[in-house]
């Protein structure tokens, strides 16, 4: 069975750009989450999305957005990329509601 | 809200000598607890994972983790650590009926030196 798949492995960005995130959950999983991890602020919780709706939202600003597919991809989206926004960018899949994710190997995104 | 606190940052340790990570949690409700390893540019692996029932819990690798509710503490063990087992180890927790939204500990450093 495949794992969570993210694309790209590596980016790099300058600020004031966009970016677009992917993460492909294992087959049969209905719930993807987001964190971001950095050096300062560790793994915090971004969004999770189940069943193409979002379900919960961590403290970011609006700048920082994401959806899911009806084929449970889920993709996020920062707009006007500032320096802080360099970190690892993490996508989990469950199977649902409090069950164990299984986390991607990540998106690393530097800003330039 | 629900915190996480991992009380040491780094633990060194010399192989196949006996190892504890320490973890304390903060909920006002029931929780779900986890620890996840984090190798070098990898993601996160679930080590093992308390839901409910029996309070020790066996994960992979031959780590395992004791739920403390009085303590309210969630401590990893390995009786005996391989070089191999050098990474970062987060605990997580998540509150009933609040979805998969994963709270972690600031982490800890095991470094198993030979």
């Known amino acids: 069975k495949a794992g969570v798949t993210q694309t790209p492995r590596y980016l790099i960005k300058t600020r004031g750009q966009q970016v677009t995130l992917s993460c492909s959950p294992i087959?049969?999983?209905?719930?993807v989450s987001w964190y971001q991890q950095t050096p300062g602020q560790g793994l915090q919780f971004l969004f999770e999305?189940?069943?193409?709706?979002?379900?919960n939202k961590g403290n970011f600003p609006g700048r920082f957005s994401g959806r899911q597919f009806s084929n449970s991809r889920s993709e996020m989206n920062v707009s006007t990329l500032e320096l802080g926004d360099s970190a690892l960018y993490l996508c989990?899949?469950?199977?649902?509601?409090?069950?164990?994710?299984?986390f991607g190997d990540g998106t690393r995104l530097s800003i330039l | 809200a629900q915190s996480v606190t991992q009380l040491d940052s780094q633990v060194p340790v010399f192989e196949e000598a006996p190892v504890e990570l320490r973890c304390n949690y903060s909920?006002?409700?029931?929780?779900?607890l986890f620890w996840y390893v984090q190798y070098p540019n990898q993601g996160l692996q679930l080590l093992l994972k308390?839901?409910?029932?029996?309070?020790l819990v066996k994960g992979i690798n031959g780590f395992e983790a004791e739920f403390n509710k009085s303590q309210t503490s969630f401590h990893l063990r390995k009786p005996s650590v391989l070089i191999s087992d050098t990474a970062e180890y987060f605990c997580?927790?998540?509150?009933?009926?609040?979805?998969?939204?994963?709270?972690f500990g600031g982490g800890t450093r095991l470094m198993v030196k030979p």
């Open positions: 909920s006002s409700v029931s929780v779900y």
């Open positions: 308390y839901l409910s029932g029996s309070t």
């Open positions: 997580a927790v998540s509150e009933l009926r609040a979805g998969n939204m994963l709270t």
């Open positions: 999305y189940f069943s193409e709706t979002q379900r």
């Open positions: 989990a899949s469950a199977t649902g509601p409090g069950q164990p994710q299984h």
């Open positions: 087959s049969g999983h209905r719930s």
